[in-house]
């Protein structure tokens, strides 16, 4: 089984910058679509962005131009990087991975403020 841990979040201020990873415990060749969604407080969970094994990738309107996902084979990670954030991008992140089974991680808290 695969496990997906997160890492990277914390607070910042907003127009700040930060870089979420996630490291599976196995290989990520074989996963088809690897992506990383958020959930805020009274909010249901949300696609952030989206990337195929092909390297096709899909971002919420909400985050277009602001953050960028990236697959890395070599060492069995998915990044975002996630720049000019603002306090509505506050929430916890999620890294979710999809073969023939779903899996996805424990989550990891973002919050932008001042």
């Known amino acids: 089984q695969v496990q997906l841990v997160e890492s990277g979040g914390g607070l910042v201020q907003p127009g700040g910058s930060l870089r979420l990873s996630c490291a599976a415990s196995g290989s990520i060749y074989s996963f088809n679509v690897m992506s990383w969604h958020r959930q805020a407080p009274g909010k249901q969970r949300e696609l952030v962005a989206h990337?195929?094994?092909?390297?096709?990738?899909i971002y919420a309107d909400s985050v277009k131009g602001r953050f960028t996902i990236s697959r890395d084979n070599a060492k069995n990670a998915v990044n975002l990087q996630m720049n000019s954030l603002k306090p509505e991008d506050t929430a916890v992140y999620y890294c979710?991975?999809?073969?023939?089974?779903?899996?996805w991680g424990q989550g990891t808290q973002v919050t932008v403020s001042s």
């Open positions: 990337i195929t094994r092909g390297r096709i990738t």
């Open positions: 979710y991975a999809a073969s023939d089974r779903v899996y």
